[in-house]
Each structure stands twice: as structure tokens, then as C-alpha cells.
């Protein structure tokens, strides 16, 4: 079975700080890892993904997020947050060998403070 | 280029009436997705389709939700009898036949059955 934590409902952080939005994950077998982000009255954004290789992803936005194996995690990280930048983020993840469809977690609320 | 379409936005029924919700993949897409989010959850897997088939249905709740791809582009997913607890945005999503591709989200209909 395939599932995602994200142990955090909201994360507050203030402006030009460092963010970190957690996620674990657990599956059978290797994982595909993907952080999406979700403005109000807008669809899910793709931000970025794992699939293989570096640990340490870069994506859109200046987002980036590193897989780690041993502690089943992909943390969502910014070096330098904006206020643009509060939304909801979802971590999902699939089975490189399972099933199609993504498990989505249930999601992060990020507040940047002015 | 034009992404995920879903028509219509809101769609507000009455308990028991019978409803369509439409989505427009992105060109080329082979594969489509079905998601419905509850308030405060994550995205959950309805159905898949690879080109014109239903890859993997094992996400409808049952046998009221139904959907079909007729030419492996534009999808439409039917609820027949609504229930109150269909109530949620339902989202559809496309992407590349490869399955270690992001998925791309429309906007969602929102549905309300009262």
C-alpha cells in the first residue's frame, strides 16, 4: 500500500526565511516523488519530482527537495522565502512498478509574513 | 500551450439528479486521470485511462460513478443519483504515456449537491 504524510497542517514563516515543508511517504517498492502546489481557486501546479539519481531536486519557483531513502522522506525546501509563495503544497508519491495513479497527502498550508 | 480544461467550473444539483463533468486533456496526452479532493484532503484517485480504455478504476466509491474516454481525448466523468457526500471539486489531470511524467492538473469542478 502506498500513502504520504505531511505531519504539518500550516507552516508560518516569515519573509526572506528559509522554509521547509515536510512529506514521508511509504511504499512496497521504489518511489516516483512529486510536490505540487495549489493556489486558491486555481488547479494543482506541478513544482517538482524525483525519480532517480541526485538526491537533491530543483524545481520551478526556487523550490527544491531531497529525497532520502533511509528516512523515507522528500522535504520541500526554499532558501529564502516570499509571500508569494503562501499556498497549499501537496507531496504525492507513486510506485515505480504500481499502480498509475498518485497518493497525494493531505496537504500544507504555507503563510509567508510580511 | 493550452492545458487542462474542465468544464463547467460549479455545478450546484439536487440529491438524487444525475450529473456530467467534463475534461479536456492536454494535446498528445495518452493518459487521464480522475481526482476528487474533499475539503481540507488531499486529491483522491478515481480512475485511469490510457488511451480510450479504463486502466484502472479501482478508485471509484461505486457503481453510481462512471466515466468514459470514447476517442482517447476529451473524458467525461457521470454520477448518477447524486448523494450530499458527492459534494467536492473533482479534478481531472493529464499526462505523457510515460509514467515517471508529472501529471497536469485542470482547475476542477466544483460540485455541490444539496
Known amino acids: 500500500a502506498q500513502s504520504v504524510a505531511q505531519p504539518e497542517d500550516q507552516v508560518n514563516v516569515a519573509e526572506g526565511n528559509p522554509l521547509t515543508v515536510k512529506c514521508t511517504y511509504s511504499?512496497?517498492?521504489?518511489?516516483?516523488l512529486f510536490w505540487y502546489v495549489q493556489y486558491p481557486n486555481r488547479g494543482l501546479q506541478f513544482l517538482l519530482k524525483?525519480?532517480?539519481?541526485?538526491?537533491l531536486v530543483k524545481g520551478s519557483y526556487g523550490f527544491e527537495a531531497e529525497f532520502n531513502k533511509s528516512q523515507t522522506s522528500f522535504h520541500l525546501k526554499k532558501p529564502s522565502a516570499l509571500v508569494s509563495d503562501s499556498a497549499l503544497y501537496f507531496c504525492?508519491?507513486?510506485?515505480?512498478?504500481?499502480?498509475?495513479?498518485?497518493?497525494f497527502g493531505t496537504g500544507t498550508r504555507l503563510t509567508v509574513i510580511p | 500551450g493550452a492545458g487542462v480544461s474542465q468544464t463547467p467550473s460549479n455545478k450546484v444539483t439536487e440529491k438524487g439528479k444525475y450529473v456530467e463533468l467534463r475534461c479536456d486533456p492536454i494535446?498528445?496526452?495518452?493518459?487521464l486521470y480522475w481526482y476528487r479532493q474533499s475539503l481540507g484532503q488531499g486529491p483522491e484517485f478515481l480512475i485511469y485511462f490510457q488511451g480510450t480504455g479504463a486502466a484502472d478504476d479501482s478508485g471509484l466509491p461505486n457503481d453510481r460513478f462512471f466515466a468514459v474516454r470514447p476517442e482517447g481525448s476529451v473524458s467525461t466523468l457521470k454520477i448518477q443519483r447524486t448523494e450530499r457526500g458527492d459534494s467536492a471539486v473533482y479534478l481531472c489531470?493529464?499526462?505523457?504515456?510515460?509514467?515517471?511524467?508529472?501529471?497536469?492538473f485542470g482547475p476542477g469542478t466544483r460540485l455541490t449537491v444539496l
Open positions: 511504499v512496497s517498492g521504489n518511489p516516483y
Open positions: 504525492a508519491v507513486r510506485e515505480q512498478t504500481g499502480a498509475n495513479n498518485l497518493f
Open positions: 524525483y525519480i532517480t539519481g541526485d538526491n
Open positions: 494535446s498528445g496526452h495518452t493518459a
Open positions: 489531470a493529464s499526462s505523457p504515456a510515460l509514467l515517471h511524467n508529472e501529471q497536469f
